[in-house]
T-cell receptor, first 115, second 118 residues
Framework: AQSVTQPDIHITVSEGASLELRCNYSYGATPYLFWYVQSPGQGLQLLLKYFSGDTLVQGIKGFEAEFKRSQSSFNLRKPSVHWSDAAEYFCAVGAGGAGRRALTFGSGTRLQVQP | GAVVSQHPSWVICKSGTSVKIECRSLDFQATTMFWYRQFPKQSLMLMATSNEGSKATYEQGVEKDKFLINHASLTLSTLTVTSAHPEDSSFYIC??????????????FGPGTRLTVL
């Protein structure tokens, strides 16, 4: 069965600083990988996804993520964080055509942005 | 992008009553929808997979007689929490798979429904 680990429960960065959120997955084949963002009391918004091809994927709001098979990682990055980026971030993995099966989510990383 | 709506966005009910939550795909058809539950400050946990025209598939530990799922059309799935108790209070989120085009492998999430059982 697949699993996702987000080692950082809570991260605080200053506005304008760079950001990297870690995600490690466990899955036997090529995974379908996603990053979602959730604001308090809200649903999930898809930031970006990786299915195949270029291992560096660009998403919305200036986010990008890099798939590294050798490290089983899919870390999320942003070069300059804005105060509006404060939220909960979830990494997720899907299998066998991600739309056909439910996603397995990591425990989430809460991002706090200091002025 | 594809939009998924949920209704209601929040509900408060008395213990022992039943609550129905609707999940709709607004601009696409979805043969499969998923229901997740999220407790405060925790991640999303899959409850069940809703398949249009057939019975839902429940995850281990989820009572199918308590959480009734109906997927009567390609754009609507409903989750009914029967005889709700305070421990059922949670944030319920649905997702739907877009059937068509290049987005077929992406799930889109609804905004969630916060259930509080008194």
């Amino acid at each position: 069965a697949q699993s996702v680990t987000q080692p950082d429960i809570h991260i605080t960065v200053s506005e304008g600083a760079s950001l990297e959120l870690r995600c490690n997955y466990s899955y036997g084949a090529t995974p379908y990988l996603f990053w979602y963002v959730q604001s308090p009391g809200q649903g999930l918004q898809l930031l970006l996804k990786y299915f195949s091809g270029d291992t560096l994927v660009q998403g919305i709001k200036g986010f990008e993520a890099e798939f590294k098979r050798s490290q089983s990682s899919f870390n999320l990055r942003k070069p300059s964080v804005h105060w509006s980026d404060a939220a909960e971030y979830f990494c997720a993995v899907g299998a066998g055509g991600a739309g056909r099966r439910a996603l397995t989510f990591g425990s989430g990383t809460r991002l706090q942005v200091q002025p | 992008g594809a939009v998924v709506s949920q209704h209601p966005s929040w509900v408060i009910c008395k213990s022992g009553t039943s609550v129905k939550i609707e999940c709709r795909s607004l601009d696409f058809q979805a043969t499969t929808m998923f229901w997740y539950r999220q407790f405060p400050k925790q991640s999303l946990m899959l409850m069940a997979t809703s398949n249009e025209g057939s019975k839902a598939t429940y995850e281990q530990g989820v009572e199918k007689d308590k959480f009734l799922i109906n997927h009567a059309s390609l754009t609507l799935s409903t989750l009914t929490v029967t005889s709700a108790h305070p421990e059922d209070s949670s944030f319920y989120i649905c997702s739907a798979r877009d059937l068509g085009g290049g987005q077929a492998d992406t799930q889109y999430f609804g905004p969630g429904t916060r259930l509080t059982v008194l």
